[in-house]
């Protein structure tokens, strides 16, 4: 059973990069078959996906956080992470990392799900 | 204002049933699949049921998932104190080309 983790700095200053690792075991992300990815929870709030990456290092992001969004894979030490530039008090949130299954044939019928989840981390930026 | 309609709580007693409605449309419930996730209090996500009606491993049966046109349905019987817990659908989004949650809804057991 994969276990995920989450590790970066808990403070992130207005204007600068948000950087978050999350370490798989259990499981290896080269393996193929699932892609990794990002969600976060604002205090109180629901959840939010942020985007996914394969082991081949293809991403998908969500429109509204492309801009300011990059993930990565490193099959070599079974991490990815999170890089979510120019970070606002409004980016302050419960980061989680997550596995997730994704598969499209064609316009309909997409499928995707997302589990096991970390433990999650919260990232403050201050306003 | 998430994308896909939950309501905000709901509640039962112990032993009963409840039923926790997903509304979506086309772009999402309609064509494509839906899971569910329960979030305990203080703790992460867990996947309840994904494909619709799908339970992974370990998940009792108590709880089950189905789908109507729009809308998608968590269904828990035999409810327990343990059940407490916040529950969020989610779906792939075609039009938006994104993954996107219900506001997640928070299940009393009186």
Same mark, same amino acid.
């Given at each position: ?51 996914? @990456? /394969? =082991?081949?290092?293809?991403?998908? &992001?969500?429109? $509204? ?5 990059? #993930? ?21 949130? @419960? /980061? =989680?990392?997550?596995?997730?299954? &994704?598969?499209? $044939? ?5 499928? #995707? ?15 | ?110």
């Amino acid at each position: 059973q994969a276990l995920l983790q989450e590790s970066g700095p808990g403070l992130v200053k207005p204007s600068e990069t948000l950087s978050l690792t999350c370490t798989v075991s259990g499981a290896f992300i080269r393996s193929g078959g699932f892609y990794w990815g990002w969600i976060r929870q604002h205090p109180g709030k629901g959840l939010e996906w942020i985007g996914y @990456v /394969y =082991y081949t290092g293809s991403t998908e &992001y969500n429109p $509204s956080l492309k801009s300011r969004t990059t #993930i990565s894979v490193d099959t070599s030490k079974n991490q990815f992470s999170l890089s979510l530039r120019s970070a606002t008090a409004a980016d302050t949130a @419960v /980061y =989680y990392c997550a596995r997730v299954f &994704y598969q499209s $044939s064609g316009s309909y019928f997409k499928r #995707i799900w997302f589990g096991p989840w970390g433990q999650g981390t919260l990232v403050t930026v201050p306003s | 204002q998430s994308v896909l309609t939950q309501p905000p709580s709901v509640s039962a007693a112990p032993g009963q049933k409840v039923t926790i409605s997903c509304s979506g449309g086309t772009s999402n419930i309609v064509h494509n699949f839906v899971s569910w996730y329960q979030q305990l209090p203080g703790t992460a996500p867990r996947l309840l049921i994904y494909d619709n009606d799908k339970r992974p491993s370990g998940i009792p049966d108590r709880f089950s998932g189905s789908k109507s046109g729009a809308s998608a349905t968590l269904a828990i019987t035999g409810l327990q104190t343990g059940d407490e817990a916040d529950y969020y659908c989610g779906a792939w989004d075609s039009s938006l080309s994104a993954g996107v949650f219900g506001g997640g809804t928070k299940l009393t057991v009186l």
